[in-house]
């Protein structure tokens, strides 16, 4: 299983490597400060009689550039972290809407052969948990609790042919524009980093802490 | 797919089935492999780089949605022992299955800690590794049984969605340690490298207790519909989170509120509420034989044989009924009985003839109890979803064929 490239880190993982001495307590050289047990991976009654203690660190892998961070972190969270620059509105949207979305999700965004995304029915009271039939009418207007998630899907995987093809711009006008459809901004809308993350959800505050904890209760 | 008409041969044919009652086999006829009649007398074939099931075992998943966002299901009723071989491994994918060059392949670790940093799968692979053989189920496992009640209904369609392999790969915790993740930190995202770009917000407690990532199975390397080179494991956790095609794990100290965990793998609960981050897979169990379609050709003793687990621990108890859940009786638990693993129970019964409805209900090591329908429907409420783990049913008719059914009649 060992690959060549492997053989590159071994130099970087001596040092470390040598430090620790067979079965001997950890000697001084090892650095200290890790927030783990030595042991973190509850192996130790096994391991005990011929591994050697743990090293602080191996020094396998190398460090990531800033370059390879910016390109992979794509992921956007509720308090607006990691949008990028940008705007979109509505209009643009509607355009963009029915040239990539509409084939999969319907013209009006209310469900194709995939998800339906927009909807408000049931508007009062998510009875969601009340009733099978309301399984498949869960929307982003009834059910999703962030803005942002919109964003983030979009950009990460949308359209399904084509994905991760949309620029900024592209994806906050879909969001824009499957907001608007959804009753939850105005027509006018522009949607940018710092308009996103302010927009509430109605079924923002539906969620709650899974509370099952195993023993005899069933919840 | 079982089809309708193996079912009807099998019945015509009850005593020549019999050897063979429960499991899929090669349907007589022109299409039944040649073998010759004296095998002693004939030499057999030479060794081959790769081995192959007889053909007279034609196994396979049930493919349920051929779609890149679809799945395909465990022949639970096919398989003996705890092992689900890895070919036979259930599939959910969000975007179909990606295609990754190992040599090329990266695992980026960064946010709340002190070395951000790349490992090859070289890197990843010279860490001390661990294995464990644990269970990998899909949360909505078990769904299909609830909403689209058909009593001829195969274990595969009704749990066909769970699969058991021996992991192998370095603990995330000495992962951790290598990147110094900062003691604030309190949840990562988990992100793949397949179309979706998966995303799961995970707790940084389930890294430093018994989280994987894993780069092998069943003793080689993953297979690509289970995230080939590398992915998460999360011993007992539902399958979603266990992202396929690891390429990235941020660190942070809150959770990032993907697509998967708001809008999908929630569950909708009576007081107009919904729960969130349900990752553990409650104990649950299913009877693998006899169940749809097989059939029971004579009266007389048979073995009910199935599996239970639990994502909290190991499983303690399985009870079988086969007059309805009137009455228990305690099963065997084969060993090796593991934590967060598929277990094998079997209980010998002495069939009489009569209408028979069997059941079995697991107990884990936290006293919880399978619940029957009723209760999980009391507590979650009728649109309840994903992690249906109640009790399952099959009916025994007089004539020896087997149903499913939810519940008694």
Redesign the interface.
Same mark, same amino acid.
């Given at each position: 299983?060992?690959?060549?490239?492997?053989a590159l880190?071994v130099a970087a993982?001596v040092l470390t490597l040598a430090c620790a001495g067979g079965g001997e307590p950890p000697s001084e050289g090892r650095s200290s400060g890790?927030?783990?047990p030595a042991r973190?991976? =509850?192996?130790a009654e096994h391991a005990r009689s011929a591994?050697e203690a743990?090293p602080?660190?191996?020094g396998? =892998?190398?460090?990531?550039t800033d370059a390879?961070?910016k390109t992979?972190?794509?992921?956007?969270?509720?308090d607006g972290t990691g949008l990028p620059p940008g705007r979109g509105t509505v209009a643009e949207g509607a355009v963009i809407y029915a040239a990539q979305c509409a084939v999969c999700h319907g013209p009006d965004g209310r469900g194709a052969e995939y998800d339906s995304l927009v909807g408000r029915d049931p508007d009062q009271?998510?009875?969601?948990?009340?009733?099978?039939?309301?399984?498949e009418k869960?929307t982003?207007g009834n059910?999703?609790?962030?803005a942002?998630?919109l964003y983030?899907?979009i950009y990460?995987?949308m359209p399904?042919a084509v994905?991760?093809s949309l620029t900024p711009d592209e994806v906050y006008s879909l969001v824009a524009y499957l907001l608007f459809l959804n009753r939850i901004v105005p027509e006018n809308a522009v949607m940018t980093a710092q308009t996103l993350p302010r927009v509430e959800m109605p079924?923002r505050h539906?969620?709650?802490?899974?509370?099952?904890?195993?023993?005899?209760e069933?919840? | 797919m079982i089809r309708r008409r193996d079912l009807l041969l099998r019945a015509a044919s009850l005593s020549s089935a019999a050897l063979l009652a429960g499991r899929r086999t090669v349907e007589a006829g022109p299409r039944r492999p040649p073998v010759p009649d004296d095998p002693t007398k004939v030499l057999g074939a030479p060794p081959s780089e790769l081995g192959h099931r007889s053909p007279f075992e034609p196994l396979g998943r049930r493919v349920k949605r051929r779609l890149?966002?679809g799945e395909s299901e465990t022949p639970l009723q096919d398989l003996r022992g705890i092992i689900t071989p890895s070919d036979l491994h259930f599939e959910r994918h969000?975007?179909g299955v990606p295609a990754i060059d190992?040599?090329r392949y990266r695992l980026?670790?960064?946010g709340m800690v002190e070395?951000?940093?790349?490992?090859?799968?070289?890197?990843l692979?010279?860490?001390?590794s661990?294995s464990q053989i644990c269970f990998i189920e899909c949360s909505g496992n078990g769904g299909p049984g609830y909403?689209e009640i058909s009593t001829e209904s195969t274990p595969q369609q009704v749990d066909g969605l769970t699969s058991t392999s021996n992991w192998t790969g370095v /603990?995330l915790?000495?992962l951790?340690?290598?990147v110094g993740?900062k003691?604030a930190a309190t949840w990562f995202?988990a992100?793949g490298q397949d179309?979706?770009?998966m995303?799961r917000s995970i707790p940084v407690s389930k890294g430093?207790d018994?989280a994987m990532i894993a780069y092998?199975q069943n003793g080689e390397?993953l297979r690509p519909e289970q995230g080939y080179p590398a992915r998460l494991l999360l011993p007992g956790w539902e399958g979603n989170t266990q992202v396929k095609w690891l #390429?990235?794990i941020?660190v942070?100290d809150?959770p990032?509120?993907?697509?998967e965990e708001?809008?999908k793998y929630?569950? /909708?609960?009576?007081?107009?509420?919904? #729960?969130?981050?349900?990752?553990?897979m409650?104990a649950k169990s299913i009877i693998t034989f006899p169940a749809y379609p097989a059939v029971l050709p004579q009266r007389g003793w048979w073995e009910i044989a199935g599996l239970a687990w639990s994502g909290?621990?190991r499983i303690t108890a399985v009870d079988v009924s086969t007059d309805g859940g009137r009455s228990w009786a305690r099963a065997d638990l084969d060993e090796p009985v593991l934590p967060k693993c598929h277990t094998r129970f079997r209980y010998l019964w002495n069939w009489k003839g009569a209408e028979s409805v069997l059941m079995s209900r697991a107990t884990?090591e936290?006293?919880?109890?399978q619940?029957t329908l009723e209760?999980?429907v009391a507590?979650?409420?009728?649109?309840?979803?994903y992690h249906l783990n109640n009790i399952r049913s099959w009916k025994v008719h007089r004539d020896g064929r087997v149903f499913f059914g939810l519940a008694p009649s």
């Amino acid at each position: 299983m060992m690959r060549p490239a492997a053989a590159l880190v071994v130099a970087a993982s001596v040092l470390t490597l040598a430090c620790a001495g067979g079965g001997e307590p950890p000697s001084e050289g090892r650095s200290s400060g890790s927030p783990a047990p030595a042991r973190p991976f =509850g192996a130790a009654e096994h391991a005990r009689s011929a591994s050697e203690a743990l090293p602080s660190r191996f020094g396998f =892998g190398r460090a990531a550039t800033d370059a390879e961070v910016k390109t992979w972190d794509i992921d956007v969270m509720p308090d607006g972290t990691g949008l990028p620059p940008g705007r979109g509105t509505v209009a643009e949207g509607a355009v963009i809407y029915a040239a990539q979305c509409a084939v999969c999700h319907g013209p009006d965004g209310r469900g194709a052969e995939y998800d339906s995304l927009v909807g408000r029915d049931p508007d009062q009271g998510f009875p969601f948990g009340k009733d099978p039939a309301l399984l498949e009418k869960r929307t982003i207007g009834n059910y999703w609790p962030y803005a942002t998630t919109l964003y983030d899907y979009i950009y990460r995987a949308m359209p399904q042919a084509v994905p991760g093809s949309l620029t900024p711009d592209e994806v906050y006008s879909l969001v824009a524009y499957l907001l608007f459809l959804n009753r939850i901004v105005p027509e006018n809308a522009v949607m940018t980093a710092q308009t996103l993350p302010r927009v509430e959800m109605p079924a923002r505050h539906r969620f709650v802490e899974d509370n099952r904890r195993g023993g005899p209760e069933i919840r | 797919m079982i089809r309708r008409r193996d079912l009807l041969l099998r019945a015509a044919s009850l005593s020549s089935a019999a050897l063979l009652a429960g499991r899929r086999t090669v349907e007589a006829g022109p299409r039944r492999p040649p073998v010759p009649d004296d095998p002693t007398k004939v030499l057999g074939a030479p060794p081959s780089e790769l081995g192959h099931r007889s053909p007279f075992e034609p196994l396979g998943r049930r493919v349920k949605r051929r779609l890149p966002s679809g799945e395909s299901e465990t022949p639970l009723q096919d398989l003996r022992g705890i092992i689900t071989p890895s070919d036979l491994h259930f599939e959910r994918h969000h975007a179909g299955v990606p295609a990754i060059d190992p040599e090329r392949y990266r695992l980026l670790v960064h946010g709340m800690v002190e070395r951000p940093t790349v490992f090859t799968l070289a890197d990843l692979e010279r860490f001390p590794s661990r294995s464990q053989i644990c269970f990998i189920e899909c949360s909505g496992n078990g769904g299909p049984g609830y909403r689209e009640i058909s009593t001829e209904s195969t274990p595969q369609q009704v749990d066909g969605l769970t699969s058991t392999s021996n992991w192998t790969g370095v /603990p995330l915790a000495i992962l951790f340690r290598e990147v110094g993740v900062k003691p604030a930190a309190t949840w990562f995202l988990a992100e793949g490298q397949d179309a979706a770009v998966m995303t799961r917000s995970i707790p940084v407690s389930k890294g430093w207790d018994d989280a994987m990532i894993a780069y092998a199975q069943n003793g080689e390397a993953l297979r690509p519909e289970q995230g080939y080179p590398a992915r998460l494991l999360l011993p007992g956790w539902e399958g979603n989170t266990q992202v396929k095609w690891l #390429r990235r794990i941020e660190v942070a100290d809150r959770p990032f509120m993907t697509k998967e965990e708001t809008s999908k793998y929630t569950d /909708p609960l009576p007081d107009c509420t919904a #729960r969130m981050f349900s990752f553990e897979m409650d104990a649950k169990s299913i009877i693998t034989f006899p169940a749809y379609p097989a059939v029971l050709p004579q009266r007389g003793w048979w073995e009910i044989a199935g599996l239970a687990w639990s994502g909290r621990g190991r499983i303690t108890a399985v009870d079988v009924s086969t007059d309805g859940g009137r009455s228990w009786a305690r099963a065997d638990l084969d060993e090796p009985v593991l934590p967060k693993c598929h277990t094998r129970f079997r209980y010998l019964w002495n069939w009489k003839g009569a209408e028979s409805v069997l059941m079995s209900r697991a107990t884990d090591e936290t006293g919880y109890v399978q619940p029957t329908l009723e209760q999980l429907v009391a507590v979650r409420g009728a649109g309840t979803n994903y992690h249906l783990n109640n009790i399952r049913s099959w009916k025994v008719h007089r004539d020896g064929r087997v149903f499913f059914g939810l519940a008694p009649s």
